[in-house]
Each structure stands twice: as structure tokens, then as C-alpha cells.
């Protein structure tokens, strides 16, 4: 019988090889800001305060990757989401386009519209997310086209900039084992539990210097 051997091949730029101090690596502490803050199924947003902004800039503010650990032993694990909240269903009636997805956004971000397979004409369109009808699991947007019936879909609605003016730099998903032989599961869109609002979180990212 052969022994198995691995070979890890380098991934192209940026997520490869760096000689030539193109990166910039962020140590950080994560704290949890709002009152009474909540959680939403896939993932809460994540920005970070101290960067080099004369060289890193967008779009090279979103990280390459980023791990977060639990230093609590808080039982409860942290993951980057780089993709932004995963689109559904989609329909558009009367210049009002309605996508169902789980998310995190508020009135005036702006989103782009991305690996949709049904309605592929509308991949790149940006989109300013309307108070309307905005919830965990759906958001609406103004957008000038024929009305679309309402159908099964799949893609990504990335955020561009949130209407705070901060950067999209990802979002954090929190999962929690839900016993010894069980898969993780992530949490409900809830109110975050006090094992995450008392945990102390350390995050590792690394980002893309601009050119």
C-alpha cells in the first residue's frame, strides 16, 4: 500500500505567497456594541477601527481571512462570512424588488447582487436598501425593470457601504455545539445570549495593501 503524501499548492495573489509587503495583519480584541444587542442568522457585522488607512483602502478593506477565537472557553464558535447574506427568493413588482435572504442591513446600505442563477441579468446591480418592509429574512430595493414573478434563488447581496459610512469587512457567524456527537449550530436570530456579550473574542485578519 503507498503512503499518502499532500502537496499544497500556493494560491494566486492575494491569498498566496507575499514577498513583497502587500499585506497588512490585524490583532485585535472584539467588542460587542449596541444595547441589548441581537443576533441574526448569517452572521453580524464586523469593522475594524484601526487599520492603516493610507495603505489599505477599498476594496481592499474587506480581510483575505480572518480567524476570532474564544479566549472565555465560552463553548461558543466564531466564523468570518466574506460573502454577505445569501440570497433565497427574488421578485420585483412595480420597480420594488423584495429578496428574501437572512440579513443584517439597515435603511440606506448599499448591496450588490451577485451569482444569481434565475434572474442572472440582474447580477452587478447595486441596490439602497428601503426601510419597507426590511426584516432578518427580507429587504426591498428601488430598481427600474419589468416585474419579475416571485421564484426560487441563489446568490449573494454583498454590501458596498453601510449607511454609517463604515466599510463591508465581513460578517461573524456564531455556532454553538448542540451536544457531544452533534454537529454545530448556528444561533437562532435571538437576542445574543450572555456567553457571547461576557466572552472575550480575539480576532486574527489579514488584509491586501492598496497599491
Known amino acids: 500500500m503507498a ?19 502587500r499585506h497588512q495583519l490585524s490583532f485585535a480584541s472584539i467588542a460587542i456594541v449596541g444595547s441589548s444587542p441581537s443576533y441574526v442568522q448569517g452572521g453580524i457585522r464586523l469593522n475594524f477601527g484601526s487599520l492603516e488607512s493610507l495603505k489599505c483602502s477599498p476594496p481592499f478593506l474587506l480581510p483575505v481571512w480572518a480567524d476570532l477565537k474564544s479566549l472565555s472557553g465560552s463553548g461558543y464558535v466564531y466564523t468570518f462570512n466574506p460573502l454577505g447574506a445569501t440570497i433565497t427568493n427574488l421578485a420585483l413588482t412595480s420597480n420594488v424588488v423584495t429578496i428574501t435572504a437572512k440579513n443584517n442591513l439597515a435603511t440606506g446600505d448599499i448591496v450588490t447582487l451577485s451569482g444569481l442563477t434565475t434572474t442572472t441579468a440582474l447580477n452587478g446591480i447595486q441596490l439602497t436598501v428601503l426601510a419597507g418592509s426590511l426584516s432578518p429574512t427580507v429587504f426591498t430595493a428601488n430598481l427600474t425593470h419589468a416585474n419579475i414573478g416571485t421564484a426560487a434563488e441563489t446568490g449573494f447581496a454583498l454590501p458596498v457601504s453601510y449607511a454609517t459610512n463604515l466599510p463591508f469587512q465581513g460578517n461573524v457567524q456564531i455556532f454553538q455545539s448542540a451536544g457531544s456527537a452533534a454537529a454545530l449550530a448556528e444561533l437562532a436570530t435571538a437576542a445574543l445570549p450572555a456567553g457571547v456579550t461576557g466572552d472575550t473574542i480575539t480576532c486574527r485578519a489579514e488584509f491586501v495593501r492598496a497599491n
Open 3 to 21: 503512503v499518502a503524501t499532500l502537496t499544497a499548492t500556493g494560491n494566486s495573489y492575494p491569498k498566496g505567497n507575499d514577498n513583497t509587503q
